[in-house]
């Protein structure tokens, strides 16, 4: 055998020994996707809108406070849109209010005075910076959730500089909730109750409007909360006048855990952090007897009396379930979410629907191979063993290459490798054609093998570019599955044409070395 | 096996015949597709839910429509799916615009409202994970494991349990009866006692959610459409690179043909059209171009070996001698294919449909479109525009062409 065969022969057996090692078992090295091992694909959207209007609410807050307590106390202030214009305002003072801007609100908000008014606009970096931050903190958000709840290899990313975010969850059993406990805004704020000011719920909105002879101060707001039967089960609402103003939120707090209370039910237990014990502690101290309101979400949970000055941890109890007090621990560990979420896209697909697939993709694989072996066999006779040991090995690289390049096996994937195996051939078919047309024109078995792989490497190239072109499109355009199917395409149209130019030629070669004089070919 | 042994078959000589029943084909199904709007689109497109799910017993597809009515979950397609027995229904409601996330809660909660007593309060073996039951066992200690120890080793004990019972659910899709858990390994009676008098196996369960927002759909049908476009582009730049802009026109003329004739036969078939459709075209727009690419890579290579002969006779020549590979690569990918369609299940059934209809139309186009198109365009326009520009550079090809046709008319008149 001469020297450059022997060295061929092994650069193939040293491709396939590689994509059988790095194969091999299947189960444990082929990465699959989540409509073949089952799991959850998200795709939300952080509603900047929201962030901002809180960003704007925050600010306003912010300007009016402290330009009364510099003593300008007939300040005005509302929100127009996305601006906040401020009145009552002497001109003379308007060096209050750009200290109170530079000190507090930096470069996200321009001012300028027009006549009575002072309007205060969001800059754009500003808002970019608003919206930026809001995706950031979700991110980060939803990851901790995902984490504490225990999902293996979840995969969580930003789409591109969106304000979307991909969550991919594979194998999880219980979908709904997961979908909740992301999507749960758990924002916690601890506000005063006003009326009924020793805690509890009014049975209407109209008792509480009595109470304020119609109209509600502008310091108070009225939130609805849900009253529940011993169950758990909601049967109706109640309301409540609170301060709009927290005395704490959901940021202060240090942990939060399920935990038993007085009558073995579950509650949330919670500490507090540093600073948020020390003004918890003193507002407390100083509301002893008056309802303490715990809103989550713009929702009351309830609002129990003060009884006494409570600083460094407390309990939350609002007839919950075990599931629901485990949940809210854990969002509230995890920080509330800057703004609302909302579900673009979801595709969920339990694992029996997957291996059903996997099954069946495995049959039709197999079978669309066995088919096509017989067709080679029967049409190129002995030199059809060529292009089905060629399809073979075709098969375990492909394989390999998904496996070494840690490439992600979907459903149309398993599709993009039957495809390959039925379209593998054709460069075979491309040779042995040709090779067939040079014997009839008289040449020997030498030279018409020679002629033939020299004349049908342009076309095996300029057929394969085509279908790269294609797949390097979908690549492009799909998500997920569909990516999955244009990396199978693509590996497979390379390893064709490996298998079919070098593996199939070397083969040849290897026939004609070990005879003498070849008389003829079984083609 | 040779099937097509030096063949000489005039493919050529009916090209205006073939185009024109091409044409006619083709006004047909853009006048069905586009004008009548026959296509059945899917959610990944139209935006809306899918939901697919699994009873422990048959039930009416009526029965879920009226329950779903009741509940006023409007416009539901209910449709059963996967093999007889198996229990499993898909419903597929529309999504209004500006509501993203579909009737996923208010569809579920109708069924369960319905089929589960009580509507679903107590743990359900059937709906909920791992965590869930995990917590039921805790809370019982059936193998006296929490007393004393570590809690976190008790907790591990009963996940462990929970996992194996759930898995019979992963691998079923539907636990069916009290049986199917009792001889689980791992899990002691005393575990399956506990589960037993307190939990429930619920009468459905939700095997997959596909929902799509409005805008999401928006979105995606714009890039679909644009994926297909640019690859068509992507294919013409290739060819007239590699060959001549005649060629790339044939070839794109084909693979449009092909392209068009496939949504019509879809449409007509009324399988749905999703993502993985897309995915489909986007590989019938490869693979059409690459059976034609084989032929005029044979034309161009006896152009150049006989440059004396007329193109016509030059392409007849050329689709004679690949004859036998068209048919044979055509053949082994439709086994493939066919193999596919068969036996690869509902969700790819439509993706091999369409790659079926894409060989079989593929492989008639590059043989009875690409070709003649190249022909008729060199005739009709760029002959005429060359003659002017670059005067007698390619006069003898082009003067034998016409010759070939006045030959023709004169034995016609003869």
Partial sequence: ?523 | MEFFRDTHIDFMKYRRFWIAVSLLVVAAGIFSIFVHGRLNVGIDFAGGTQITLKFAEEVEVNRLRSILADAGVEDAQIQRFGEAGEHEVLIKTPTAEGTEEGSRDPVVEAIDGAFNEGGGTALDLNRDGVEDVADALLAADPDGVAGGGDPETARAHYEGVADALIEVRREEGLIASWEDLASVPGVSRAAFEVLRAQAALGDFTVLGVENVGPQMGRELRQKGILAVVLSLVGMLLYIWLRFELRFGIGALMATVHDVIIGLFLFALVGFEFNLTTIAAFLTLVGYSVNDTVVIFDRVRENMRKTPQKPLVEVMNESLNQTLSRTVLTSGTTLLAVGALLVLGGDVLRGFAFVLTIGIVVGTYSSIYIASPFALVWEQFFASAARGRRKGGRDASRRASGRSEAAARRSRRAS
């Fill in chain 1, 1 to 523: 055998m001469n020297r450059n065969l022997l060295y061929r022969g092994l650069l193939i057996l040293v491709v396939v020994a590689i994509a059988a090692i790095s194969a091999w078992p299947l189960q444990d090295k082929i990465n699959l996707g989540l409509d073949l091992r089952g799991g959850m694909h998200l795709v939300l959207e952080v509603q900047v809108a929201d962030a901002v209007k809180s960003e704007i609410d925050n600010a306003m807050d912010r300007i009016v406070q402290d330009a009364r307590e510099e003593g300008i106390a007939t300040i005005e202030a509302r929100r127009e849109g996305e601006q906040i214009v401020v009145t009552g305002v002497p001109p003379e003072r308007d060096d209050v209010i750009g200290r109170i801007r530079t000190d507090f609100l930096g470069q996200t908000w321009d001012w300028d005075r027009i006549g009575e008014r002072i309007v205060f606009e969001l800059t754009a970096a500003g808002r970019a910076e608003i919206r930026d931050g809001a995706v950031r903190q979700a991110l980060q958000t939803i990851d901790n959730r995902v984490n504490a709840y225990g999902v293996a290899e979840p995969v969580i990313t930003q789409l591109g500089s969106s304000e979307r975010i991909v969550v991919q969850l594979p194998g999880v059993d219980d979908p709904e909730r997961i979908r909740e406990l992301i999507k749960n805004t758990a924002f916690l704020e601890f506000r005063l109750s006003d009326y009924p000011r020793a805690g509890g719920g009014a049975a209407t909105r109209e008792e509480v409007l009595a109470n304020y002879g119609g109209q509600v101060p502008d310091d108070i707001e009225i939130l609805e909360g849900d009253v529940t039967d011993p169950e758990g089960r909601r049967i109706g609402t109640q309301y409540y006048a609170v301060t709009r103003r927290s005395v704490v939120t959901g940021r202060d707090l240090k942990n939060a855990r399920p935990s038993l209370g007085q009558f073995n039910e579950p509650v949330v237990n919670f500490t507090f952090s540093p600073q948020g014990a020390e003004r918890f502690g003193e507002v407390t101290g100083a509301n002893i007897g008056r309802g303490l309101a715990i809103v989550l979400d713009d929702r009351v949970v309830s609002a129990p009396t003060i009884e006494d000055r409570i600083s460094d941890s407390g309990i939350i109890r609002g007839n919950f379930t075990q599931r629901e007090v485990e949940d809210l621990s854990l969002v509230l560990r995890s920080g509330a979410l800057p703004a609302g979420i909302v579900y673009l896209e979801e595709r969920t697909v339990g694992p029996s629907l997957g291996r059903d697939s996997i099954e069946q993709g495995l049959r039709a694989g197999l079978i669309g191979f066995a088919l096509v072996v017989l067709v080679m066999l029967v049409v190129y006779k002995l030199t059809g063993i060529n292009a089905v040991v060629a399809l073979a090995l075709n098969v375990v690289i492909v394989f390999g290459a998904l496996a070494y390049f840690g490439a992600t096996l979907t459903l149309p994937g398993i599709a993009g490798i039957i495809l390959t195996v039925g379209m593998a051939v054709d460069a075979n078919v491309l040779v042995f054609e040709r090779i067939r047309e040079e014997l009839h024109a008289g040449r020997t078995v030498k030279s018409a093998i020679d002629a033939g792989f020299a004349k049908a490497l342009s076309s095996i190239i300029d057929a394969n570019v085509t279908t790269l072109i294609a797949a390097l499109f979908l690549f492009q355009f799909g998500t997920g599955p569909i990516r999955g199917f244009a990396v199978t395409l693509s590996i497979g149209i390379f390893a064709s044409v490996f298998t079919a130019v070098f593996v199939s030629r070397w083969l040849f070669d290897l026939q004609l070395a070990r005879r003498q004089r070849v008389e003829h070919l079984s083609i």
